[in-house]
């Protein structure tokens, strides 16, 4: 339990490090960097502490601190919850974060930039943020910590301030995922409203439930009918079910904000606009992970809306194989990779839509790593390019920086899901999984799982193809400028991340060879066992949130089953073969376009295809329109109906006032023969008016 | 004895006369002389019906009005002396510098 | 205190006439006298002994009946006057203001000639309104009332060589004249109905519905018990309304008003303003409190609900007074308007009555503490025109523009002034005001009470101008101050501290207006 | 005697301040009202560990902190004392107003070159009266204070102000005064129709609570009237749409120091008047009308923000989002929920802090550039780092960005009206769209932080754009340190705030 105890540094330190870093950075060598490497690298060691220590079976879940007592009304508090899934997740946030820290001082000490402190203040609020949002033990914790996740990717994406395009992308990043938080804010309102919790587990005390957690809690309500304690279901008069529907879709808007999904996806190219290292953390391990990991971390309330899974499968499906479309055709290399980490969040997505909890936290633990990897590799070969991003200007880079070439092709390899590297095995549970739960689920829950298992399948051809495009342009043929002739060299601290990361995409798969597992019989699905926890008692019956519980309930209440149109293992290997297939035929196809000493675009054979995909499906354009064709412009309207109606009604009286009052005055002519024939006529008027009523006549 | 009536009439009409000449004369004096009338419609009321009800409240009365009436006067001239000096004029009303 | 002999307590108008006396004496001695000092110290000695000697009269009980603590109420001349709590209320005012006013003409007409007449004329206008506060019968009344009028008439035109002057004082006279022959013929109507002059013997002569006469100073039914002609009566009291009108500036009656404020010597336009205002009113009081008692009235029925009256005339003023000052380009003309406004927001005293004929009293308190604050901010008011004028700063808004840079101490008081004015607290003003609003609630007449909001927000609106003008504009022209006269300072600098000391003192005021209201 | 003493002190120094010579004016003035914001904060401090479970003031007024009750006038039959003490909704509105009076006159020393002595004794002036808004007890001292703050806020405005500032300074002095009238006409209605005795708020509040057999008028019954009346009256200070316009306008032609004032807290003085007048006083009439009060709350929140949209001057964008910020206020009040009055009272503070923060920032840097026109300039950030950097944090808490207290309020208010049931079925869809103000502040600020502070360096003007002086940063630290420690530590205000809105929850009404 020590471990425990020292949990709330893991969130601290890097916040040290930001203060650290902002206030005396420019008084310490390397601007602050070494703060915050001291700080992920503390992070990092805590981190494995708690994974121990959760590995040996224990779990936390306790309040640490009181943010609203509540007078007669809710408590709002902070807690921690530290259970194999958020153990997973803060190792690999501190693990990314660390590299982050060492590649950046090769990345931007070396490129002498300026505002270090600024950056490094920056990357240790960002880590911190996440971290505090992964421990999070309730949602409202969780969004402020996902809120706090915003604001430093808006400053760090915006970090080369006097450019014009950074704090342009900044703002874009901030707005669509804030357009998102707006619904995942409603959720977390309506929420706490509903169940007067937002805990994601609930908290015990000496074996006794102290406070009950709003998945059990809608659990009871659903399955058990136990909705008398909720009044919010009369109030909005919707059956249980369909109130908690609604919720877990509101709450998902702030997912799809945050992990960029389909329609809510199109800041995330922009944010190439930060450096590259920050990039590398906010696609693998921060910022865009933060939605998917909370689908997984309150998986409990998804699992018994049957509507909200299929949303989320489809939504997954659609955009891992939209952005991998338009990934086809970019010209530079960041680009490349925004969009291929649109797809794979959307396979994340898929999977967790689809009843795959774990392929999900599978894809995310190796899709982190590469992902890291490849823009970190990126980033090297940006330095080397002199902050030149075009692809059409690199080529033949491999001989030049041959480290970088092997871990990045390592990375290339994992993303497009080529065997043995991690991406492919994590990538063929995800499909796997909505495969046989297409086939098993009955209705249109078990379509939409087919239908996103068909657009992820396709995804797969794409993404071998784009993934190797880049590296055949990048690396392979001859150089086509004087920069890719004669690159900068980079140093061991960009060295040496890449190759650790290099290691880790080539292995990392390991923990959950789920084929091998199955065709062998040997017990090697470790994330599984870690994830699932021991099937009666320990951490799982206590907190909830163990994946057997949620298989339970996928099935019981969505109906989620299994099906295996050619039989288990078959299935199992076919499924593994078709996408296995497809990806070398994408990673074949690129081959065969690009991998000629000078490459030379194809892109022209795609016609008016290519003209759509390069203006990627006008999703900027109409989102920008919406912004500024048609909000602005009701401002403006607006505007103008304040200044015309509403205060010219003020203006009105006022002047009506005067008017009057000017009218008023000129009774008053000057002539004192008027003033006596207006006295006289004022005199008989009231003789007149009392005679009548006084009945003088 | 005439009936009170009558008095009554007598001063009121008078006093519509003065009222008469106020609304219709320009000329600063005979506007005087108009309020003059009216006030010794008054007088005339007084002094009837101080017969009438038999106590000489009334008729004290129209002698303090005369004498009100005569320094009213006196005041009068004297405001339309400065009248004439500063407008050449004892029309009423040419003296319209102030107004609205 | 021993029992002082009745006459003592016509003090405070024996002090002002005898003030006023002994300028003329000075002046048939030197006409030419130019002594200032001696002139106006006569006049300010003679209206701080009438203030002192009022203001001592009401703290030690005169007018309060000796069955309840007080001295008895001296009752002179067989009834023509009486010197109640309310007469003393009002000779505080009149006594007030005159001070106010002597004060600062001290620096006002120094330059000109015919000193003596003006204190002279000044003092006995001050003693006919003390006399009037006093008055207790229609007759000692109209007297009286001329006695406010003539030297008015003179004081308005005492520029003779200014055209503006004398034509506000022909506008003046002539319409005085007309308004004291109607009040004249009013008067004459009602004693043809009631046979009496004297306030009581009217109030007799309607509860009983005979008429009255009166014999060895008590009044009695006329012999044959004649029945009271009802219609002439109503024709009657609607003529006196008219005179009273005219003497507060009320709709329609109050054409003459903005001419004389704008045109007079501005001490003169505070002095009548305030003064002449206050004095017509407490014969409005007294006469339709005492004589034509509203519940009488209408139990008898026939002649006239003057209520009814009142109601009209007081929202007809509050609204064509306040409108009209809205847009006006002079500051002087402005306040002359306002001043027409605040005598509608001071009719609601005789307005505020419920349909019964109860509340008079309480509204008539409101209205005599209103004309206390009024007496004192809007003197200010004027004075700081005085000031103003003295300084040869224009007459209109424009003019005014940064003055608060070159005399803030006197820009301040004026601040005072008109926030006081317009109902702000930061005067008495606000709390007088807000009597007069309890005074409408008070008896549900919801008309008169959004009168009263409606022209309280619009008055804002233009007194606010003129703060504006001085503190805010930038001065436009060439200007230079080089003096900063004593009196005309310490009067308005003292207008000013009084006016803010009736936040925290109203309840005095209050407390004894609503007693002097009571024992009517 | 505390609150006494407050005021004796301030406007004392508004004397002294007034005779000083220009010079040292803005120096005496900040070093004099550190005299009251340090006696508050004292007081502060003295509540929050001695009075912790004090109810409200004008419904358990038996055990009032800091009270103190001195007859003053009779008005037939009406007793009009001079009473003060504070509640927990109270304490934490003078301590905004101490303080951000100390802070505003500090940011004043650089924009304020003429007639100093005026202007700072102005200030204290206007101080005075605020102290005495949030703390008097008896409606007339009250009212007294409350009219007090106009006339130098009128001169300030007036005098100080910029370009159209006469315009600007009496439309906000006429429009605010009608609508005292029109408030005072309905509050004294009802204090007619109920026989009241006495002035003082907790007799008030209790006679109108147990008000029955009033009259109707036009067929409304007399408490509903004045209950329109009273609100129409503080929703102009508020402001709400669509009695807001002059606001926009006062607020742009303010020197910097007093858009301070008057967004910081003359703003809440309209809310917390209608929290003590219309929410706690007519309970009853406000439950009743909980729906087309919190429908104009919430056009309010979507309004102004859609207008801050669309304005081009940093100073009309933030007084349009200050209009936005006050419709949650309302929002929360009429949920009737503990979280939704606290948090609405929360509310007034943090945005108290945060929108002077706002202006304050905007002050600094229209001193350095004289221009406030979003297109007239762009990349401050480099010039003026610290300034910039505040002015992106003061607008994150803008935002409601967590762990700053705009969050916490604003949280608050949705938690307490998402279930309110006052607004019945009503209250999710309504807490909803009022939610959506938070995406559109977000876009206006966020567009106008992109235009002006970054991007490439750029400016035309002859004065010289550097870094802001200490003077003219320290105030706006001092303010962010305080946005802060309320976000992280709610409680600091919100637990006596609650206390003493819990009282009014009790109140009668099925609730």
Not at chain 1, 456 to 474: H, K, P, S
Not at chain 1, 664 to 673: F, K
Not at chain 2, 20 to 31: D, E, K, M, P, S
Not at chain 3, 322 to 343: C, D, I, P, W
């Amino acid at each position: 339990m020590a471990a425990f105890t020292y949990a709330p540094a893991i969130v601290l330190l890097p916040f040290v490090s930001f203060l650290v870093a902002l206030f005396a950075g420019d008084r310490m060598p390397k601007g602050g960097a070494l703060a915050g490497i001291t700080a992920t690298g503390g992070s990092l060691l805590l981190s494995i502490w708690v994974a121990l220590t959760v590995a040996g079976g224990e779990t936390y879940n306790q309040f640490v601190y009181t943010w609203v007592a509540g007078v007669e009304s809710l408590q709002l508090r902070f807690g921690l919850l530290l259970d194999p899934l958020s153990a997973l997740m803060l190792l690999i946030v501190c693990l990314i974060s660390f590299l982050v820290h060492i590649f950046s001082l090769g990345y931007m000490n070396d490129e002498d930039e300026t505002g270090l402190p600024r950056y490094y203040a920056g990357l240790g609020l960002f880590t911190a943020s996440m971290l505090g949002f992964v421990v999070a033990n309730n949602l409202l914790m969780a969004f402020m910590f996902f809120e706090l996740v915003g604001l430093c990717s808006y400053l760090l994406i915006g970090f080369w301030f006097r450019e014009a395009g950074p704090p342009s992308a900044a703002k874009k990043a901030f707005l669509v995922t804030r357009f998102g938080d707006y619904f995942f804010l409603i959720g977390v309102v309506g929420i706490f409203a509903t169940f007067g919790t937002g805990l994601f587990a609930p908290v015990t005390q000496g074996g006794e439930v102290v406070a009950e957690s709003f998945p059990v809690l809608a659990e009871h309500a659903v399955i058990d009918g136990e909705t008398e304690s909720i009044a919010m279901l009369d109030t909005v008069g919707m059956s249980a079910q369909a109130w908690f529907t609604v919720l877990g879709l509101l709450v998902l808007g702030g997912v799809i904000g945050k992990s960029a999904q389909f329609p809510l996806h199109t800041w995330l190219p922009d944010a190439m606009e930060g450096p590259t290292p920050v990039s590398a953390l906010i696609h693998a391990a921060t910022m865009v992970a933060a939605g998917v990991y909370l689908v997984a971390r309150m998986y409990g309330f998804y699992a018994i809306s049957p509507t909200a899974l299929a949303v989320i499968a489809l939504v997954g499906g659609f955009t891992a194989l939209f952005a991998a479309t338009m990934g086809l055709v970019k010209q530079e290399i960041k680009q490349v990779l925004a969009y291929s980490t649109i797809s794979q969040y959307g396979y994340m997505m898929l999977a967790l839509g689809s009843g795959g909890y774990i392929a999900a936290v599978f894809h995310l633990t190796t899709h982190a790593v590469f992902k890291a990897l490849l823009f970190l590799g990126a980033g090297s070969v940006i330095i080397a390019m002199h902050h030149n991003e075009n692809m059409w200007d690199m080529g033949g880079l491999k001989e030049r920086m041959p480290v970088t070439y092997w871990t990045f092709l390592s990375g290339s390899l994992a993303l497009a899901g080529i065997v043995p590297f991690a991406g492919f095995w994590s990538k063929d549970e995800v499909l796997y999984e909505a495969l046989i739960h297409g086939f098993g689920t009955e209705g249109g829950l078990g379509t939409a799982y087919l239908l996103a298992y068909a657009m992820g399948l396709l995804a797969v051809f794409f993404t071998g193809f784009y993934t190797f495009r880049m590296v055949y342009l990048t690396f392979h043929g001859n150089a086509r400028s004087d920069t890719a002739r004669d690159p900068v060299p980079v140093r061991w601290n960009v060295k040496g991340p890449l190759a650790v990361l290099g290691f880790l995409a080539a292995t990392i798969g390991f923990i959950n060879m789920k084929p091998v597992a199955e065709l062998t019989g040997a017990h090697i699905d470790f994330l599984h066992v870690w994830l699932n926890g021991p099937d009666e008692g320990g951490w799982p019956a206590a907190l909830n949130t163990g994946l057997h519980h949620y298989e339970t309930l996928l099935h019981d209440v969505a109906h989620v089953t299994k099906g295996y149109p050619l039989g288990e293992t078959p299935t199992l290997l076919a499924s593994a073969g078709i996408s296995l297939g497809l990806a070398l035929a994408g990673v074949l196809a690129a081959r065969s376009l690009y991998a000629g000493p000078d490459p030379v675009e194809h892109t022209d054979k795609l016609g008016g295809l290519k003209t759509v995909l390069m203006h990627n499906y006008y999703q900027d354009e109409y989102q920008v329109w919406l912004a500024t064709g048609v909000t602005y412009p009701v401002a403006r309207a607006m505007d103008k109906f304040d200044q015309g109606v509403v205060d010219g009604v003020v203006n009105g009286v006022s002047s009506v006032s005067l008017f009057g009052g000017s009218r008023i005055r000129r009774i008053q002519s000057g002539l004192v023969s008027n003033y006596a024939m207006l006295l006289t006529l004022g005199l008989v008027l009231l003789l007149a008016f009392f005679g009548v009523m006084g009945g003088w006549f | 004895m005439i009936p009170a009536e009558t008095y009554l009439l007598l001063s009121a009409a008078v006093f519509c006369i003065g009222l008469f000449g106020i609304l219709t004369r320009r000329n600063a004096l005979i506007f005087l002389m108009s309020v003059e009338l009216m006030l010794n419609a008054a007088n005339i009321n007084f002094v009837a019906f101080s017969l009438q009800h038999g106590n000489l409240t009334g008729q004290v009365f129209a002698l303090f009005g005369m004498a009100l009436a005569a320094a009213e006067v006196a005041i009068g001239i004297g405001i339309i002396l400065v009248l004439y000096r500063n407008f050449t004029d004892v029309d009423v009303t040419k003296a319209t510098t102030m107004r609205w | 205190m021993a029992q002082l002999p009745s006459w003592m307590g016509l003090a405070p108008a024996l002090a002002l006439g005898l003030a006023s006396l002994v300028l003329l004496l000075s002046d048939s001695i030197d006409p030419d006298t130019t002594n200032t000092p001696a002139l106006a110290g006569i006049s300010v000695v003679g209206s701080l002994v009438a203030l002192a000697s009022a203001v001592g009269f009401i703290i030690g009980g005169t007018g309060v009946p000796t069955s309840e603590g007080g001295q008895g109420t001296p009752v002179l001349f067989g009834g023509q006057l009486v010197v109640d709590q309310m007469a003393l209320f009002f000779m505080v005012i009149v006594a007030s203001v005159t001070a106010l006013v002597v004060l600062a003409s001290y620096d006002y007409v120094s330059e000109h000639s015919y000193q003596a007449e003006f204190f002279a004329l000044v003092m006995l206008s001050a003693t006919g309104m003390t006399l009037l506060s006093a008055a207790n019968s229609l007759a000692t009344a109209f007297v009286a009332l001329e006695l406010v009028s003539l030297p008015s008439y003179a004081l308005v035109a005492f520029l003779k060589k200014n055209r503006g002057g004398v034509e506000a004082g022909l506008k003046y006279f002539l319409i005085g004249a007309v308004s004291s022959a109607v009040l004249a013929y009013g008067i004459s109507l009602v004693y043809a109905a009631t046979g009496v002059l004297r306030f009581d013997g009217i109030a007799t002569a309607i509860s009983s519905g005979t008429i009255q006469t009166i014999v060895d100073g008590s009044v009695q039914a006329q012999s044959g018990e004649p029945a009271v002609p009802m219609s002439i009566l109503g024709v009657g009291i609607l003529m006196v309304i008219g005179g009273v009108a005219f003497k507060t500036a009320a709709v329609p009656f109050h054409f003459w008003a903005p001419e004389a404020y704008e045109g007079a010597p501005a001490p003169i336009s505070g002095f009548l303003s305030s003064a002449s205002k206050a004095a017509g009113f407490v014969l409005a009081f007294r006469v339709f409190a005492v004589a034509f008692p509203i519940g009488d009235l209408l139990a008898t029925g026939g002649a006239i609900n003057w209520v009814v009256a009142f109601q009209i005339l007081a929202i007809a003023t509050m609204f064509i007074g306040n409108f009209a000052a809205a847009t006006q380009e002079k500051v002087k003309r402005m306040l002359a308007y306002s001043s027409v406004g605040h005598a509608g927001y001071v009719l609601i005293g005789l307005a505020a009555v419920s349909a019964s004929g109860e509340g008079l009293s309480f509204s008539i308190s409101a209205g005599m503490s209103h004309l206390l604050v009024y007496g004192f901010m809007n003197t200010g008011a004027f004075l700081f025109i005085a000031l103003a004028e003295y300084w040869g700063v224009g007459r209109r808004f424009e003019d005014y523009n940064g003055l608060g840079k070159e005399a803030p101490v006197a820009c301040a008081a004026m601040t005072v002034f008109l926030f006081s004015l317009a109902g702000l607290p930061i005067g008495g003003g606000f709390f007088s005001k807000f009597y007069l609003f309890q005074a409408t609630l008070n008896v549900g007449a919801w008309s008169l009470a959004a009168a009263l909001i409606i022209n309280s927000a619009l008055s804002l609106f233009y007194y606010s101008r003129v703060v504006k003008a001085m503190w805010i504009e930038e001065p436009t022209g060439e200007r230079s101050i080089d003096s900063y006269p004593m009196g005309l300072y310490t009067a308005v600098v003292g207008a000013a501290i009084v006016t803010f000391l009736l936040v925290p003192g109203f309840n005095q005021v209050s407390e004894i207006a609503f007693q002097a209201a009571q024992l009517l | 005697m505390w609150v006494a003493a407050l005021i004796a002190i301030t406007l004392l120094g508004a004397g002294v301040v007034f005779l000083a010579p220009n010079r040292y004016a803005g120096k005496l003035a900040a070093g004099i009202s550190a005299v009251p914001a340090l006696i508050s904060v004292y007081m502060y401090w003295v509540y929050l560990t001695q009075y912790g479970g004090t109810g409200n003031a004008l419904l358990s007024p038996g055990d009032i902190a800091f009270s103190q009750q001195i007859p003053w006038i009779s008005l037939g039959g009406l007793e009009v004392s001079y009473y003060v003490g504070l509640d927990g909704v109270s304490m934490p509105l003078l301590a905004l107003t101490t303080i951000l009076t100390t802070l505003a006159l500090v940011s004043a020393w650089t924009p304020i070159d003429e007639r100093q002595s005026q202007f700072y004794g102005l200030m204290l002036l206007m101080e005075v009266s605020l102290i005495g808004v949030f703390s008097a007890l008896d409606f007339f001292l009250w009212f007294v204070f409350w009219e007090g703050v106009l006339i130098p806020m009128y001169l300030l405005i007036g005098v100080w102000g910029g370009p159209r500032r006469k315009y600007a300074a009496i439309k906000f002095f006429v429009y605010t005064n009608v609508a005292s009238l029109v408030m005072f006409a309905g509050l004294f209605a009802l204090v007619f129709a109920t026989d009241l005795t006495s002035l003082a708020l907790p007799a008030m509040a209790e006679a109108f609570r147990n008000a029955s057999g009033l009259p109707t008028v036009a067929g409304i019954n007399l408490m509903t009237l004045s209950f329109v009346m009273m609100f129409f009256g503080f929703a102009v200070k508020v402001p709400v749409f669509p009695l807001h316009t002059w606001l926009p306008d006062a607020h742009v032609e303010a020197p910097t120091p007093v858009s301070v004032m008057l967004a910081g807290v003359l703003l809440k003085m309209g809310t917390y008047a209608l929290l003590r007048f219309n929410f706690t006083m007519l309970a009853d009439t406000a439950r009743q009308l909980a729906v087309p009060l919190a429908i104009v709350g919430v056009v309010s929140v979507i309004y102004g923000a859609m207008l801050a949209l669309a304005q081009r001057d940093l100073k009309r964008i933030v007084a349009y989002s200050s209009i936005s910020s006050m419709g949650y206020v309302i929002l929360g009040l009429v949920a009737f929920t503990p979280h939704g009055m606290g948090g609405a009272t929360f509310q007034m503070i943090s945005h108290g802090l945060i929108s002077g923060l706002m202006f304050m920032s905007v002050g600094v840097i229209y001193n350095t550039t004289h221009t406030r026109m979003v297109g007239d300039m762009s990349g401050l950030a480099d010039r003026m780092p610290w300034t910039v950097g505040i002015f992106v944090a003061a607008a994150f808490g803008y935002m409601g960005l967590p762990l700053m207290s705009g969050f916490a309020a604003e949280y608050l208010v949705f938690l307490g009206s998402f279930d309110a049931a006052t607004l019945g079925g009503a209250a999710p869809v309504l807490t909803a769209l009022a939610m959506f103000g938070i995406v559109v502040v977000a876009g206006y600020l966020l567009w106008a932080m992109q235009r002006t502070l970054f991007g490439p360096f750029a400016i035309e003007t002859d004065y010289d754009v550097g870094p802001a002086a200490f003077h003219d940063v320290a105030p706006l630290a001092v303010l962010l340190l305080l946005v802060i420690a309320l976000g992280v530590a709610p409680d600091l205000s919100y637990d006596m705030i609650q206390h003493s809105i819990s009282p009014v929850l009790d109140l009668g009404g099925g609730a």
